[in-house]
C-alpha cells in the first residue's frame, strides 16, 4: 500500500466519524455497502447485529439514548488493504446515575473497494457499561 492509499482511508475514516456526529445519515448512508453490518458485544445494553445501510444511524441513536454529552477522542489508527483500527476513548456521563465514563476501545473498520462494509467495536470494559446505564444484571 502506498502513502496515498493509505491517507485516502484515514481521511474515509476520519470522515465518517465527522459525518456521524453531525448526524449526517444520507451521506453516512453513502459511504456504506448494502450488506454493512455491525456486531456490538451482546453484553452491551446496545449489544447485538445491526445490518444495512442504516444500521449506523440505528445505533448510534440506541447508544447515545443512555448517556449525555458523548464524544468520541480518536488515537492511534492501523490501516491495511481492507481494515481500519481505530483506538478511541468514548466519553459521556451517564443519564442512570451519572457517572462520567473515559471508557477505552478500538473500532475495527471493514472495507470493501471504496465504502465500509462493516464495523467490530471491542469495549474493554463491558461490564463498566452495563454499570453506568444499570442494565447490569
Not at 96 to 121: Q, S, W, Y
Request: one cysteine or more.
Amino acid at each position: 500500500m502506498d502513502a496515498g492509499q493509505y491517507q485516502a482511508i484515514v481521511d474515509r475514516v476520519n470522515g465518517l466519524y465527522a459525518l456521524t456526529a453531525q448526524g449526517r445519515w444520507d451521506e453516512v448512508e453513502e459511504q456504506l455497502t448494502d450488506d454493512f453490518i455491525i456486531r456490538e458485544a451482546e453484553s452491551l445494553p446496545f449489544g447485538g447485529v445491526y445490518e444495512g445501510k442504516q444500521a449506523l444511524q440505528q445505533l448510534y441513536t440506541t447508544v447515545f439514548d443512555f448517556w449525555d454529552d458523548p464524544s468520541l477522542e480518536t488515537g492511534d489508527m492501523t490501516i491495511s488493504e481492507n481494515t481500519a483500527i481505530v483506538m478511541l476513548t468514548f466519553h459521556a456521563t451517564s443519564r442512570h446515575n451519572g457517572e462520567r465514563l473515559a471508557m477505552p476501545l478500538c473500532e475495527v473498520f471493514h472495507l470493501r473497494g471504496d465504502k465500509f462494509c462493516g464495523i467490530t467495536p471491542y469495549y474493554f470494559d463491558t461490564a463498566a457499561i452495563a454499570r453506568a446505564t444499570g442494565t447490569l444484571g
